[in-house]
């Protein structure tokens, strides 16, 4: 299969998850797994934001405080802590077609390919080249985009060489807090940037999709099974082994998936039920600091779990 079916239209992750310094922002409280029961049969629903196996269209975002989405007209509504304008700064119009969150910024790819960023610049973070880039990804203080050759462009800060512009050519790109991981053509990961607990050695073998957090990372492999390597204290590097999944996003200390059944399940540290998803089916799933939010399948809506202090779990 040729690499340009393999571009990803944006790459999911809690994107902005985590403190400022890197570190894990909690420790456990005992591993913990949740979600509905066991799906042990092979792939056989792709997900209404997917277009083929291992591509789809990332429409909903959760960074530390705040996310927010794309409705099926393109429009950006934004969410929670607006501190630094991350909410309130969100473009009007409609049109876009890929939203993603960090820690205190925003950033939304048009269909041009032009990406448009607001909130916190302290590093540079929402000082973003023109492009044109067909996926975009930003994590605590940078982002990362792809061209259509699959060549990187990161921006923002580069503390651990978190933005790095590596040798691809990539078909998708995630970052993470500190580091970022991304997937070449031959379904290789690479990451690049901090790896104190390892979140940057990369498994072997051939992946469809990668999500990066704060001290680990998670990647569907071609046989729609989860694999995590980095962090492991709480149990947020240990999925299920008898399930099958479309997409992962990893947060500061546990992990969501979409199923192949179109269910969250989510993993690791739960002391803000951060890892307790709702019954329901699901488009895509995002893992913030202390929350997640997913698109459930049509009617679209964006239902959030976890902590909700500064309402980053309020999206209506």
């Excluded at 196996?53 to 975002?61: A, D, H, K, L």
């Excluded at 009007?92 to 032009?114: K, M, N, P, Q």
């Excluded at 200390?253 to 993993?267: E, K, N, P």
Aim: glycine fraction near 12%; proline fraction near 7%; charged fraction near 15%.
């Amino acid at each position: 299969m040729s690499a340009s079916w393999w571009v990803v239209l944006a790459a999911c992750s809690g994107d902005g998850a985590g403190t400022s310094d890197g570190s894990d922002p909690a420790t456990s409280d005992g591993p913990t797994e949740t979600g509905t029961d066991t799906n042990t049969d092979p792939p056989t629903i792709p997900p209404p934001v997917w277009t083929w196996p291992g591509v789809y269209v990332q429409r909903v975002s959760v960074g530390d405080v705040h996310g927010c989405w794309l409705n099926d007209a393109g429009q950006v509504a934004c969410w929670g802590d607006d501190t630094k304008a991350q909410v309130s700064g969100a473009p009007s119009g409609d049109g876009f077609v890929v939203i993603t969150v960090g820690l205190e910024h925003s950033c939304a790819l048009d269909a041009a390919g032009t990406p448009v960023c607001w909130g916190s610049n302290e590093f540079g973070q929402t000082s973003a080249p023109p492009g044109p880039f067909v996926t975009m990804d930003c994590g605590g203080e940078h982002c990362c985009a792809l061209d259509a050759a699959g060549a990187t462009d990161c921006w923002g800060n580069d503390d651990n060489d978190r933005s790095l512009e590596p040798t691809g050519p990539f078909v998708s790109i995630d970052a993470g807090h500190a580091h970022t991981c991304a997937v070449k053509a031959d379904g290789a990961v690479s990451c690049w940037g901090l790896n104190t607990f390892g979140q940057t050695s990369a498994a072997s073998g051939s992946f469809l999709q990668v999500g990066a957090a704060v001290s680990h990372t998670c990647a569907i492999d071609t046989d729609t099974k989860a694999q995590c390597w980095g962090a492991d204290d709480a149990n947020q590097s240990s999925p299920s082994a008898f399930d099958f999944f479309h997409q992962v996003s990893g947060g500061a200390v546990h992990s969501c998936a979409i199923r192949t059944d179109l269910q969250v399940q989510c993993w690791g540290l739960d002391d803000d039920g951060q890892a307790a998803p709702p019954p329901g089916t699901f488009q895509q799933v995002s893992a913030g600091t202390y929350n997640a939010c997913a698109l459930s399948t049509p009617p679209e809506r964006v239902v959030c779990w976890g902590r909700d202090d500064l309402g980053q779990s309020s999206p209506d």
